[in-house]
């Protein structure tokens, strides 16, 4: 038996000096917006005749405050492992590890008595088993070296709390002495004109927003499995087929707290869509959020530990080495990757979920569902010993092949960012204020109409995820991907420990260009509605200035696929 354990122990002090939108982010729906508030600030309008007063951005963001902010972070962990030999032919192992991520106190300055999430950092241990086996079984075949081993593994692991966040918890509470993020939308009191950045708190315009983790906030958890069975084929080929399982849960995900779910309005949209290309009918309605529950604040993100991913993969390999001259691997795999849209990225002051009021809709194929990938790779050495002058002549060349093809990564149907707003009869809204866009609308708003905005971009106005809950997230998809890349090699001896070696190294031999970028807006929303009730969604079919949905917009330009390229290399060995 064999027992293993070990401690470590990850200490990091962290230094920051900035502010996420320092100078201020205008953000345009489209590029016509920009060029108008380029050409001429606050000329927009609800209609489409370019005269008005209103800004055409659709929304702005800026973070005033504090800029330098140091902490520390400490990680923890011991695990213990053992081995046992039951049997010849019979291995196990066991184990357990021990994590705690041991989070800062936050700044009393800058906790926010309206917010006591922002007086604490989760900070917890856990612990994750893990167990092993490999079972060689008790046949062998007529043929020696023939064997069948079973492999197996179970483990739970957990995930840290990144820094970023960390850093989010601390500084962005809301508290007067905190970094504050502003949004203004075109319709808000003191809206900046293009570009206009303030040099200080725009509190007498604004609310600012808020961060902070969410009660019971879990660290991340992953149980992973996988089930092998390698079969040799003889002394020189191994076949193995595999399942892989990864069951993850706890994963983070923002929402915003501060939107009023019960008190809801609703918009109807226009679709324009002569050719009907799109997925939406001729009109389309949506919910509206227009109303905070704490009006001193305006987006209060709660970072959440609710969100759930499921991984499962099935595959087989094949492995050979014939002789001194030829190994050759292959192997396919078919996978599916189902998850609730966990939040994933750096957090920068945005959330992303569609409807903070149904969290079901989240619930979808993941972006990294990549579902069959077969690769394959082949080295070649020349099968002779030549001796003397004609070994440097004829010996030491190489040539390896590895390639492969892959089904297209998923991506999701978009709709510009715009914030929508509904209008009201004056009448109305003297009698509801705000709540007038409830009031069902009984034909053509006569007047001056009072344009009511909603909290943030997409069609319900919630200013979280910018797609379709009809359509759903990741249903379409990429086209699938090709790759064969070469390296040709030659080793001259030079006598004693000395040699040279040539290499010519090929990406992508064929020049095939794989699909890197498409165009995943599909509506464009045309900003405030009219005063029959509607606003227009138009679908982007190439016909209207932009580039048509699902149109290829860039090939060959990641590090994984790019156009040819050819290196040659020379390496002096002594």
């Given at each position: ?173 809301g508290a007067p002495g905190a970094q504050r993020i ?284 910018k797609w379709l809950p009809q359509v759903g997230r990741?249903?379409?998809r990429y086209p699938g991907t090709f790759s064969a ?90």
């Amino acid at each position: 038996n064999q027992v293993n354990v070990g401690y470590a122990l990850d200490y990091v002090r962290d230094h920051t000096s900035g502010l996420t939108y320092a100078t201020g982010a205008y953000r345009y729906s489209n590029k016509e917006d920009f060029v108008a508030d380029l050409l001429s600030p606050d000329s927009c309008d609800a209609s489409k005749t370019g005269k008005g007063n209103l800004p055409c951005w659709s929304t702005y963001r800026q973070t005033t405050g504090p800029t330098d902010f140091t902490f520390d972070t400490a990680d923890y962990a011991g695990f213990l492992t053992e081995t046992l030999k039951l049997r010849p032919d019979l291995t196990l192992a066991v184990g357990a590890r021990y994590d705690y991520e041991k989070l800062p106190k936050p700044n009393a300055t800058l906790v926010n008595p309206d917010i006591p999430q922002t007086a604490s950092l989760p900070s917890e241990g856990n612990v994750s088993p893990r167990v092993g086996f490999a079972w060689e079984l008790p046949w062998s075949g007529d043929r020696h070296g023939v064997t069948t081993v079973v492999r197996g593994g179970f483990g739970i692991f957990y995930g840290r709390i990144p820094n970023t966040s960390v850093l989010a918890a601390l500084t962005q509470t809301g508290a007067p002495g905190a970094q504050r993020i502003y949004l203004f939308k075109p319709l808000d009191v003191g809206a900046p004109k293009f570009p206009f950045v303030f040099s200080s708190h725009p509190y007498v315009q604004v609310k600012p927003d808020a961060t902070y983790f969410a009660t019971g906030f879990q660290h991340p958890r992953a149980m992973q499995a996988q089930v092998s069975v390698e079969q040799s084929l003889g002394r020189h080929l191994r076949m193995t087929l595999s399942y892989w399982g990864s069951f993850g849960q706890d994963l983070p995900r923002i929402v915003d707290q501060n939107i009023d779910l019960q008190n809801v309005g609703h918009i109807t949209y226009s679709v324009i869509d002569p050719e009907k290309l799109g997925p939406l009918p001729v009109t389309y309605t949506s919910k509206f959020y227009y109303r905070r529950l704490n009006a001193n604040y305006q987006q209060m993100a709660a970072m959440e530990s609710n969100a759930n991913a499921r991984y499962q993969a099935v595959g087989f390999s094949l492995v050979g080495r014939f002789s001194h001259a030829m190994a050759l691997t292959l192997g396919y795999r078919y996978a599916h990757a189902v998850d609730d849209n966990p939040y994933t990225a750096a957090y920068r002051g945005r959330w992303d979920v569609l409807d903070p009021g149904n969290l079901a809709l989240e619930h979808g194929t993941s972006n990294e569902d990549i579902r069959d990938r077969l690769r394959g790779g082949l080295v070649l050495h020349e099968p002779w010993h030549a001796e003397g002058w004609m070994g440097n002549l004829l010996n030491g060349y190489t040539m390896a092949m590895t390639g492969g093809v892959e089904s297209g990564r998923p991506y999701t149907m978009r709709i510009s960012s715009t914030v929508p707003t509904m209008s009201c009869s004056y009448q109305e809204w003297l009698e509801a204020g705000a709540s007038c866009v409830q009031i069902p609308l009984q034909g053509v708003i006569t007047g001056v109409p009072v344009s009511i905005s909603a909290l943030g971009g997409g069609l319900d106005g919630a200013g979280g995820g910018k797609w379709l809950p009809q359509v759903g997230r990741n249903t379409f998809r990429y086209p699938g991907t090709f790759s064969a890349n070469m390296r040709l090699g030659k080793k001259v001896t030079l006598g004693g420990n000395f040699a040279l070696e040539f290499q010519a190294d090929v990406t992508n031999v064929l020049n095939h260009s794989n699909v890197t970028r498409m165009e995943t807006m599909g509506y464009s929303l045309r900003g405030v509605k009219t005063s029959t009730g509607t606003a227009d969604l138009t679908y982007l079919s190439g016909a209207n200035g932009h580039a048509a949905f699902g149109a290829v917009t860039n090939t060959n330009s990641t590090r994984t696929y790019t156009d040819r390229q050819i290196e040659l290399i020379m390496k002096l060995i002594f």
